[in-house]
């Protein structure tokens, strides 16, 4: 059993937002990969006030053409995922973990050519098996998309994958825009060889993280995790704005771990604040 693992069965892993590398750039008309390229010792900066207020893993890497290609970068993908990667390996410290990202469904609607989104899974890791990380990190909302980004890793090494997917509150319950529910999801996913399987983003809030991870522990026998966002996004003067503050991340997190959750950090909205407090209740 590798490291990692062992280290989730004796205590829960915190992982930081993005927010703090996020305020560096414009999301909307930048790429956070080449504004990392580009500014190297702010972001090692930026990851290194993360570990030091006591984060045990990050993830980098995670870019790949079809999203970077609003950019004009596609033809720049390796040289973001081995810059970035190479980056954060050198600040992570001996006792911490670094995860790759893989982005498994970012594309609307989703991409049906099997060999072609194995070949962009693969491109990413094959430069982060070179680079020396701890473990994958797999985002989703489609299974299928999921098990072929799964296969792909399987297919070429043999580090603890975490699956994390995307969940909307909906009518018949919590469902990712592709119709995928917690329980289905699990199971697929253990089925498929992950080793922690979890929650992302999406337009659910603290309280109905708690319920989807309750579903998944009854759907499969995983390690879970948990990671989403600041609150249920909303629409104010024209911005997006996550409505909850840092207490109240840090008042529902013990009840994420109750569910089975291993792993906790925040997404979208998530300051190093929100991640501060959480710390200091789960550590």
């Known amino acids: 059993m590798s490291e990692f693992l062992q280290r989730l069965e004796k205590e829960v892993l915190i992982g930081p937002g993005p927010e703090a590398l ?12 080449m504004w990392a390229i580009n500014n190297p010792e702010r972001y090692q900066d930026v990851l290194r006030e993360e570990f030091v207020m006591g984060c045990d893993y990050v993830t980098a890497g995670g ?9 004009g970068l596609q033809d720049k993908t390796a040289e973001i995922n081995r810059t970035t990667l190479k980056l954060a390996k050198e600040v992570t410290p001996d006792n911490c973990f670094l995860g790759c990202g893989i982005m498994a469904t ?22 982060a098996l070179d680079i020396g990380v701890d473990f994958w990190s797999i985002i989703g909302a489609d299974i299928p998309q999921m098990e072929i980004a799964v296969k792909a890793i ?13 969940l909307d509150p909906t009518p018949k319950g919590f469902r990712s825009m592709y119709g995928a529910d917690p329980t289905t999801t699990a199971k697929k996913m253990e089925e498929a060889g992950v080793d922690v399987m979890g929650i992302i983003c999406g337009g659910i809030n603290y309280e109905e993280t708690t319920a989807a991870l309750k579903e998944m522990r009854e759907a499969c026998s995983l390690p879970l995790a948990a990671q989403p966002n600041a609150g249920t996004p909303e629409l104010v003067d024209a911005k997006v704005v996550h409505p909850t503050t840092p207490e109240q991340m840090a008042e529902e997190a013990p009840n994420w771990v109750s569910a089975g959750a291993r792993m906790v950090s925040g997404c979208c909205g998530t300051t190093p604040e929100f991640i501060k407090k959480v710390i200091a209740v789960l550590k």
Do not use: H
């Open 22 to 33: 996020r305020s560096q750039y414009n999301v909307i008309t930048e790429s956070g990969g």
């Open 63 to 71: 870019a790949e053409r079809f999203t970077l290609k609003k950019f």
């Open 106 to 127: 970012l594309w609307i609607p989703p991409i049906k050519d099997t060999e072609k989104l194995y070949q962009t899974y693969l491109d990413q890791i094959v430069i």
């Open 154 to 166: 399987r297919d070429n090494s043999d580090l603890p994958i975490v699956a994390l997917v995307n």
